[in-house]
C-alpha cells in the first residue's frame, strides 16, 4: 500500500481516538446547560461546537422530540461530530449564518442559544495553526482555512491606520499606533517567517509582563482575522428575532470586548452609531443571572482557560 495514504489512514485513526478532552476541556459545563435549557423537547442551537462537550451535556438532557443544531466554522471540529442521533446536527459554518440555515431547515423559533466565544485549545496549541506567539509555524490564526485573510496578510497589506485600530481596539494596547508606524516602516526590510519572529520584533514594545503584552497583541490579530465581534453583533441581533418569549442565550465571553457588546444588547442599551442597537426594538431580553457567572476556585485550577470567562443568561421577553 502506498505509505502516503497509510499514513493518512494512522493519522485519522489517531485523531478519532483524541479524547474531547485534549481537543478543548468545556468551560462551566452544567450550569451552562442548567441555564439554556426551559422546555426538553425544544430546539437549541450550539453556535461553537468545537469539541463538542456543550453539545453532548445538551443532548443528554434533552427528550426525544428535542433537537440541536450546532455551528462551527473549523474544519477540525467536525472530527468531534456526534454519530448515531437523529437530534444532532452539526454544521460547518459561521454562526453569523445561523438565521439563514434555520430558515434552510424550516426552523423559524428556537428554545434556546448557547455561544462559548473565542478560539479552542485545541486551535492555540496547534502549533501549525499559528494562534500562540509561541508557534514556530507562520502566523496564521484563521478559524476557518478556506478564508482567504490570514494573520500573515493582515501583516502584510493593513495600512499604518488599520494596525492601529487594531492593536488600539482589540489589543487595547496603549502604545499601538507606535507598534504599528515602526511595523510600516520595518515590514519590508525583516525577516518574519514564525509567530515567534513577530513575537521577538515586538520586543522593544513590550510593557508590562512579557506574555500578558503578547497574548493582547496576538488576541487583536486574532479578533481582525476571524472578524469576532461583528459575528458576535450579527448573532445577538438574530437571536433576538429568532427565540421563543422565555427562550434562552446563554453565552460565555473570555474578554472584555465581547462581554461589553453582550452585556449591551442584553440591557437593550447602546451608543454605537449606525448599530441595531439604538433602533426602538431595544429592551428585548430579561437579564436572568444579574451578577456575572464565573468559575469556581476548583475549576480555574483544573482549567486555566476558565479563569477568565464571565457568563451572561438572557431571557427572550
Ligand atoms: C471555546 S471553543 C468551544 C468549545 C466547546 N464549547 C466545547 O465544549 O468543546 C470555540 C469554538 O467556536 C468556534 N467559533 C468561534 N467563532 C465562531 C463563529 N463565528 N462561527 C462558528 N464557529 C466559531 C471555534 O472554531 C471553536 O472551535
Request: positive net charge; hydrophobic residues 35%; glycine residues 6%.
Amino acid at each position: 500500500m502506498n505509505p502516503r495514504i497509510l499514513l493518512s489512514w494512522l493519522k485519522k485513526f489517531l485523531d478519532m481516538g483524541k479524547q474531547n478532552s485534549e481537543y478543548h476541556i468545556p468551560v462551566l459545563l452544567n450550569s451552562s446547560v442548567e441555564a439554556l435549557i426551559t422546555n426538553i423537547n425544544g430546539t437549541y442551537v450550539d453556535c461553537t461546537f468545537g469539541g463538542g462537550s456543550h453539545s453532548r451535556k445538551i443532548l443528554s438532557k434533552l427528550g426525544k422530540k428535542g433537537r440541536l443544531i450546532a455551528f462551527d466554522k473549523d474544519k477540525d471540529s467536525l472530527r468531534n461530530s456526534i454519530d448515531n442521533d437523529d437530534r444532532f446536527q452539526l454544521i460547518h459554518s459561521d454562526f453569523r449564518y445561523l438565521k439563514k440555515y434555520l430558515l434552510y431547515y424550516n426552523i423559524d423559533k428556537i428554545d434556546g442559544v448557547l455561544a462559548d466565544l473565542g478560539v479552542s485549545s485545541h486551535q492555540l496549541d496547534e502549533n501549525e495553526r499559528g494562534f500562540s506567539f509561541q508557534s514556530d509555524r507562520s502566523l496564521d490564526m484563521r478559524m476557518n482555512r478556506n478564508q482567504e485573510l490570514s494573520a500573515e496578510m493582515l501583516l502584510k497589506n493593513y495600512s499604518e491606520m488599520e494596525l492601529s485600530r487594531v492593536w488600539k481596539t482589540y489589543s487595547e494596547l496603549t502604545n499601538a499606533s507606535k507598534i504599528a508606524h515602526q511595523w510600516i516602516k520595518e515590514r519590508k526590510s525583516v525577516r518574519i517567517k514564525t509567530c515567534k519572529d513577530f513575537a521577538e520584533w515586538v520586543s522593544p514594545f513590550v510593557y508590562g509582563p512579557r506574555n500578558k503584552f503578547l497574548a493582547k497583541l496576538f488576541q487583536g490579530i486574532r479578533i481582525e482575522v476571524n472578524q469576532e465581534l461583528s459575528g458576535l453583533e450579527e448573532l445577538l441581533q438574530q437571536c433576538s428575532e429568532l427565540l421563543q418569549p422565555g427562550g434562552r442565550m446563554v453565552i460565555l465571553s473570555y474578554h472584555s470586548l465581547e462581554d461589553r457588546l453582550v452585556k449591551k444588547i442584553i440591557k437593550g442599551e447602546s451608543n454605537e452609531p449606525l448599530s441595531f442597537l439604538n433602533s426602538n426594538e431595544s429592551k428585548m431580553f430579561r437579564l436572568v443571572n444579574r451578577k456575572l457567572i464565573e468559575a469556581d476556585d476548583e475549576e480555574m485550577e483544573n482549567n486555566s482557560r476558565s479563569r477568565s470567562v464571565k457568563m451572561r443568561i438572557a431571557e427572550k421577553i
